[in-house]
């Protein structure tokens, strides 16, 4: 299209079952907010709508699990989650939730204008069901192998693991999540909408029409999709949450989420624009309107197939001109997940790391997993801070304002004659608004902020090699006529970091006193002005702008991995089933006297035997035990212990050993001794 008249932004809505982590910051909403950020320094009609998932299957788990309502369960999250959004600055003109009257309404109106044209086929069909429960199993009520990788903990609506949506028939041995029972088949009416019928559509709109502009990983699944040969897809669920069917016929029937959900977008666009004054249809209906989805790889299918075929059923709505799905953030190696706490929570983050929202969004731009899946490490988060936020950023700030202060009283000085030097560096300045651009447009975020951080490079490289702190001892001419460009570039960098550094932004025009110039600065006037800061103009004092980040903070954030990880071994640890039932006779035949270690050395060549000699109170004997690699020699001289005496020896690396250890495994997989901490108790003692 040609240059768009206004720019409706939508963000994927997160599902009101927990708080927000890093992997939703990253692969939907600092993108989205730097995109939208961009458009609105650059002086278009912009809004960006968000809002809050709360149908589905997810939300109602939850609910059974802690025994409250899900309204209980999608009240708390929305509050969270909205507030940790409003934290981070991310600009939503409106952000909304699905259990909004507005949504209810506008959802049920969207179903019912497709089911009054035709659009949508009734079909009764055996779907899955559990009879004890007496309930049918949607979506992640139920669990199994995927069709398509073998992953045995695929949801009936999605497999996590790689992404593949299906039907929850299509699970191989599926389960019920409720009860855990083998689910039977049960005949249930539902509403569905035909894909098959828009392919056409699709392949022309998509195959042909977005080869070129649409990021690689969003056509490539696209096109598998659509090469596979699409089918009829349910949009309603036998479910006792979520919005009614607005049916005859439908009763104990809800509109399938994911029907719903992105109908959110309109509701919410709606709900604004009842707010502001405004028309929301020019923002869904006009083909001047450009509409773009940011979400993760695992909403391309609803977003690129699913809704456009519903859009272009109901015949009105304009189509996305561009989805560009981000692929996933892990964590220290490991893939994120709530259910295991592998995740760094944004209002922990906070507690942690207060007023450094910016550095969270830096590193996260910085590594985002725009092509590939990408790796978030503490390490990386420490250097990005350190190496470029606080070496590179902020140390050019902080010394343009300090030397501006010490020479000036913080007044820019009157420049007198230009260099070459100095003339290459304000016509680089000019240049970068198009080059960060250019990024951004092409949904390049990472790639644009490190062109933002160069800018700061070249005010680095520029300052260093002009050395004011030299040249006013020998010409103060010279010296005011570095301090000025020097500035320039400074005050380009407040008004292009917006988009990237929000909170930094702000806080860098406070101190060059933006809000005293006579025009407001914007990104086409670092572009296009001569002058960013006049001569004259009073800036105020210098504040630190970034701090660095210790080795210790950073060891603290592993370590709270460190412990989630242990504490999902120790919840997912299986404790051994009883053995086979023994007689007291056979019991009996067992002699075991309580010892003490008295010497203990490692067997060479050996990772896990030590070789003990050990009072049994009727001898002293030799045990050989595998406890190696949890203690050491020095440790267990001296420890009471358990021991089974009437074990047959047996020869380990030539070592004859008379007798066994009695020890335990903790959940966490330490060993520990089986001893007697009675004081009184003697060597030699059975135990009965």
């Known amino acids: 299209m040609n240059k ?27 993108p989205a907010d730097i995109y939208a950020r961009y458009l609105r320094l650059t002086g278009n009609d912009v809004i960006l709508i968000g809002g809050s998932d709360e149908h589905g299957v997810p939300i ?30 991310i600009t939503f003109d409106n952000y909304s ?80 999540a409720i009860t855990g029972n083998v689910p039977t088949l049960k005949q249930t009416k539902h509403w569905f909408l035909p894909l098959d019928k828009h392919e056409a559509f699709l392949k022309e709109w998509i195959l042909e029409g977005h080869k070129k502009d649409w990021k690689p990983n969003v056509y490539g699944q696209c096109k598998s999709w659509i090469d596979d040969g699409l089918r009829p897809r349910a949009v309603t669920r036998d479910l006792d949450w979520g919005i009614p069917v607005p049916a005859e016929g439908s009763e ?19 709900e604004w624009a009842a707010r502001e004054g405004k028309d929301w249809e020019l923002y869904w209906k006009d083909k001047d309107t450009k509409l773009v989805h940011f979400i993760g790889k695992d909403n391309i299918v609803f977003h690129c197939i699913i809704f456009p075929s519903m859009l272009k059923a109901e015949g009105s709505y304009i189509l996305p001109e561009n989805v560009p799905a981000n692929e996933f953030l892990n964590l220290e190696g490991n893939k994120l997940s709530t259910s295991k706490n592998w995740a760094v929570w944004l209002p922990d983050y906070l507690e942690d790391f207060p007023g450094q929202q910016d550095v969270l969004r830096y590193a996260l731009n910085s590594n985002a997993p725009e092509t590939k899946d990408n790796d978030f490490t503490w390490k990386d988060f420490q250097a990005r801070n350190n190496n470029e936020l606080v070496a590179i950023f902020g140390n050019f700030i902080n010394r ?46 990472r790639e644009a902020g490190q062109e933002l951080m160069n800018l700061a490079r070249l005010g680095n490289k520029y300052l260093a090699d002009a050395e004011p702190w030299k040249v006013i001892k020998v010409d103060e001419a010279r010296t005011k006529t570095i301090m000025y460009v020097a500035l320039q ?9 917006e988009p990237f550094l929000p909170f930094t932004s702000a806080k860098l025009k406070g101190i060059l006193c933006h809000s005293a110039l006579d025009v407001e600065s914007t990104w086409n006037e670092v572009s296009s002005k001569n002058i960013l800061l006049p001569a004259n103009h009073h800036i105020g004092k210098a504040e630190l702008l970034f701090s660095k980040v210790e080795d210790e903070t950073i060891q603290k954030q592993l370590d709270k991995l460190e412990a989630s990880k242990k504490a999902n071994e120790a919840a997912n640890k299986v404790t051994e089933p009883q053995k086979d ?55 267990v001289v001296g420890k009471r212990v358990t021991v089974l005496v009437n074990l047959a020896p047996r020869a380990l690396r030539g070592v004859e050993s008379q007798g066994m250890i009695l020890m335990t495994e903790t959940p966490e997989g330490k060993l520990v ?11 030699g003692l059975q135990v009965n």
Request: hydrophobic share 35%; with cysteine; proline share 5%.
């Open 252 to 270: 104990g029937k809800v509109l399938y989420v994911w029907f719903d959900a992105p109908i959110g977008y309109i509701s919410s666009t709606k």
């Open 673 to 683: 001794f089986v001893n007697p901490d009675d004081a009184s108790v003697g060597n």
């Open 97 to 176: 939730r699905t259990s909004a009257p507005i949504h209810h309404e506008t959802a049920s109106e969207f179903f019912t204008t497709l089911n009054d044209k035709g659009e949508f086929i009734e079909e009764t069909s055996e779907q899955l069901y559990d009879a004890e429960a007496n309930q049918f199993l949607a979506d992640r009520f139920v669990i199994g192998t995927c069709p398509k990788c073998g992953n045995e903990e695929s949801y009936g609506d999605q497999c996590e693991n790689c992404g593949t949506s299906h039907n929850a028939t299509d699970l191989i041995n599926p389960k019920s």
């Open 581 to 635: 039932t023994i007689t007291f006779e056979d019991f009996t035949k067992l002699d075991i006297r309580v010892g003490t270690i008295l010497e203990a050395e490692k067997m060479p060549k050996t990772k896990k035997l030590l070789v003990l000699k050990v009072d049994t109170g009727i001898d002293v004997r030799t045990i050989v035990s595998g406890i190696a690699e949890s203690f050491t020699p020095e440790e």
């Open 4 to 30: 768009p008249k206004r720019y409706t932004i939508t963000t994927a809505l997160p599902y009101t079952n927990g708080p927000i982590h890093i992997g939703h910051l990253a692969g939907v909403y600092v």
């Open 60 to 89: 109602t788990i939850k609910a059974k699990n802690e025994g409250v309502s899900p309204q209980d369960i999608v009240d708390k999250y929305h509050a969270i989650i909205k507030k940790s959004f409003e934290d981070f600055g």
């Open 400 to 445: 343009v304002v300090v030397l501006t202060n010490k020479y000036y009283d913080g007044i820019v000085p009157e420049p007198s004659e230009f260099l070459q030097v100095d003339e290459d560096t304000l016509a680089a300045i000019k240049a970068y608004p198009d080059v960060i651009a250019s990024s951004i447009e092409r949904y390049r975020f």
């Open 489 to 497: 570039i400074s005050s380009a960098l407040a008004t292009l970091s």
